[in-house]
């Protein structure tokens, strides 16, 4: 079994800047991809950014440039470097994690709030 618990969610204001952290535990070999997903209040969940296991990285275009994801093999952990951040970036993010074939797994969440 495999188990992702996310931190680092918090209340900041526009501009301000957050630094998410997911580990992954349980039976995990030859992870895939580490990512992060956010799903904001009346939306469809939507990819932030992943990091293949050759350290190849994705972002979506309203991240780039403000946001860095980054992992740790050894440590079997993922972050997300978030600055600039918007009200807009406001939503739960999700730590996501896929294994060979396409097993996906989840994490519970973590809140990110920007005030404006």
């Known amino acids: 079994q495999v188990q992702l618990v996310e931190s680092g969610g918090a209340l900041v204001p526009a501009g301000g800047s957050l630094r998410l952290s997911c580990v992954a535990s349980?039976?995990?070999?030859?992870?895939?991809?580490m990512g992060w997903y956010r799903q904001a209040p009346g939306k469809q969940r939507e990819l932030v950014a992943s990091i293949s296991s050759g350290d190849s990285t994705n972002y979506s275009d309203s991240v780039k440039g403000r946001f860095t994801i980054s992992r740790d093999n050894a440590k079997n952990m993922v972050y997300l470097q978030m600055n600039s951040l918007k009200p807009e970036d406001t939503a739960i993010y999700y730590c996501?994690?896929?294994?060979?074939?396409?097993?996906?797994?989840w994490g519970q969440g973590t809140q990110v709030t920007v005030s404006s």
């Open positions: 996501h994690l896929r294994l060979p074939v396409n097993q996906n797994y």
């Open positions: 349980g039976n995990i070999f030859n992870i895939d991809v």
